[in-house]
């Protein structure tokens, strides 16, 4: 995306930038509540655990793929598995954050738009974590998966038992998953480039990441796609730069014959 491609919105029409503050603010305390319900929802081990054999058995049920394949893949190479898992640690909050600063700065009204449906997504996610407490298959013996990030690394967990910074049962739904494909679908929206389409390959990715490392069940990634689905079809999508809505043609009527002009010198 460059200037000349991407213009900044301009004119007396364009929608204010929100105070930055305030936005900084907003966002950090979304955080820190999201962050916060996680940790209500730890020390539910064992009901986890029985939610992981129910998912497992749903998705044999529905046919849908092994994630097992998926990993396969991935351990082809010490390299690439290497890679998967540095993804999967490093750039889920980090291209968030870009995507929103850059809004922000650039499409205010997309900004406000996807910061709404965002923070919709996520608290319909905490709400399920702490309903639906959920082990990942990397830690469920029935699935054969290994877990990727311990033993080739980098890691961001530690033992589940000893982790005090995050939540290791709020597998369902993914927001790894989640925010990924936000961040493509706004970033479509937002810019009007040809190459626009090219940033699904992030939502692709994450999901061939998140799956092959065995940090989420295909089902996880469903249900955050509709949690998804379901926040973008409250607000109203603002429109892309550069797509003027059409000017109305003014009405055209007979004028009556007192207002027809008269020739000078007709009927001579």
């Known amino acids: 995306m460059n200037a000349r491609s991407e213009p900044a919105e301009a004119g007396p ?5 929100p105070p930055l503050v305030r936005e900084l603010l907003l966002v950090a305390g979304l955080f820190l ?11 539910h081990t064992a009901e986890a655990f029985r939610n992981a054999h129910h998912v497992w058995g749903w998705e044999r049920v529905l046919r849908l793929p092994d994630e097992g394949t998926v990993q396969d893949l991935l351990l082809h190479g010490d390299a690439l598995i290497h ?26 009204a997309h ?24 082990a990942p298959p990397r830690m469920l013996g029935a699935t054969g998966l290994l877990d990727t990030a ?34 493509a679908i706004g970033l479509i929206v937002a810019t009007r480039t040809r190459w626009r389409w090219l940033w699904l390959l992030h939502p692709l990715v994450t999901l061939l990441v998140i799956v092959g490392t065995a940090n ?3 089902l996880d990634v469903i249900v955050a796609a509709a949690l998804l689905g379901l926040a973008l079809a ?11 809505l059409p000017r109305r043609r003014p009405e055209l009527r007979r ?7 008269e020739l000078v010198g007709a009927g001579r």
């Not at 369902?172 to 998953?177: E, G, N, T, V």
């Not at 409250?234 to 003027?244: F, H, I, K, N, Y």
């Open 83 to 108: 890679v998967a898992n540095t993804y999967y640690a490093a750039v889920h909050f980090p291209a968030t954050l870009a995507f929103l600063v850059w809004l922000y700065l650039r499409r205010p």
């Open 150 to 183: 311990r033993v080739f690394g980098p890691s961001v967990y530690g033992p589940p038992r000893t982790d005090s910074l995050s939540n290791q049962f709020a597998a369902m739904p993914s927001l790894h998953f989640g925010w990924a494909l936000m961040l």
């Open 234 to 244: 409250v607000p109203r999508v603002p429109r892309r730069p550069g797509c003027a």
């Open 255 to 261: 004028r009556s014959p007192a207002e027809r002009p």
């Open 33 to 43: 509540v999201y962050k916060f319900g996680r940790r209500l929802a730890t020390g």
């Open 216 to 218: 989420h069940y295909w």
């Open 111 to 134: 900004y406000v738009w996807a910061r709404r449906v965002l923070a919709a997504v996520t608290g319909a996610a905490l709400v399920l974590h702490l309903l639906f407490p959920l």
């Open 13 to 17: 029409d364009a929608p204010a930038r």
